[in-house]
């Protein structure tokens, strides 16, 4: 069985690769990414996906299933549509296409849901994306259900919440600082963050959202409608205070940006009961998941 994976140097890409090369190390992998840092145990394809070339050979007939992490982040997405389109819509269509009769399983997110969001979200929670990423992604969930409904596809659309944590300054993406909040009590440096205490998000570990990925990946079950993932609901101020268990959060601040805490820092409760059912899983509690955070930066 070979599966390709898009987007493979990215942290949760690696992340990924460590779960599918513990667990099922007789698995043929093939990793596609713009650049590769350093060599890697098993065949890359370096290029870009918007490339037809690109698409062909990562699709080929020897692939079974493809897992696809690679898009643009929010913020980069909102300075450039048409980039976004480029990469967050046309590409997973075109992956769709050239995966037919195969298993796709599409990393989507829940900026589908917007900015103002209802007192608590679950399955039933229509979206409503308020940003170019999100409306480019929640474009994808439709075409995807409708060659599911069609028979053409088999597989997921998963929703990520918000993944920690990502290199340090990742560009690009607006929920950056809830990872940059980790880097810091590592190392103990000043941070302002953007949020006050009082401010909520969905929060999960990226040791957790690979291990959800591969049980995507190597299960069987179809689903036609997008699959939110399950999530902590964090307050930030209990975040800064359970770091402070394990490193230094003496010189972090609360500096809060109107917009930030809009966008990022005003989530409600989330029951995420069909992703439950399909077997996903987040990290269990807010001590288990900066432990495993910490751990992996």
């Not at 992340?15 to 596609?32: E, H, N």
């Not at 829940?110 to 474009?139: E, R, W």
Request: include cysteine.
């Amino acid at each position: 069985m070979r599966i390709a994976i898009t987007g493979a140097a990215g942290f949760v890409g690696q992340a990924v690769v460590r779960q599918l090369r513990q667990s099922r190390p007789d698995v043929d992998l093939l990793l596609t990414d713009r650049a590769f840092t350093g060599p890697s145990a098993y065949p890359t394809l370096v290029g870009d996906l918007t490339d037809p070339a690109i698409v062909r050979a990562l699709c080929g007939p020897e692939t079974d299933i493809l897992l696809h992490l690679a898009a643009l982040p929010g913020g980069a997405a909102e300075r450039d549509p048409q980039a976004s389109r480029a990469i967050n819509l046309d590409v997973p269509l075109a992956l769709v296409e050239a995966m037919a009769g195969r298993r796709l399983i599409l990393a989507g997110s829940i900026a589908v849901f917007g900015g103002t969001l209802p007192t608590q979200v679950d399955d039933s929670t229509p979206p409503a994306p308020a940003s170019v990423y999100g409306a480019h992604k929640y474009m994808v969930e439709i075409a995807f259900a409708d060659a599911v409904r069609r028979g053409a596809i088999q597989g997921m659309a998963l929703r990520l919440p918000g993944i920690v944590a990502r290199p340090a300054a990742a560009g690009g993406f607006g929920s950056a600082f809830l990872s940059d909040i980790f880097h810091a009590a590592k190392a103990g440096t000043s941070y302002a963050i953007p949020v006050a205490p009082d401010a909520t998000s969905w929060l999960l570990s990226a040791r957790a959202c690979a291990a959800n990925l591969v049980t995507a990946v190597l299960d069987d079950a179809t689903a036609q409608e997008a699959v939110t993932l399950p999530a902590l609901h964090v307050r930030i101020g209990d975040l800064v205070d359970t770091l402070g268990r394990f490193g230094d959060v003496q010189r972090l601040t609360f500096e809060e940006d109107a917009v930030t805490r809009r966008t990022f820092g005003s989530y409600p409760q989330l029951t995420t009961r069909r992703a439950d059912d399909l077997g996903f899983r987040h990290d269990g509690s807010l001590t288990q998941l900066v432990e495993t955070v910490l751990a992996d930066l």
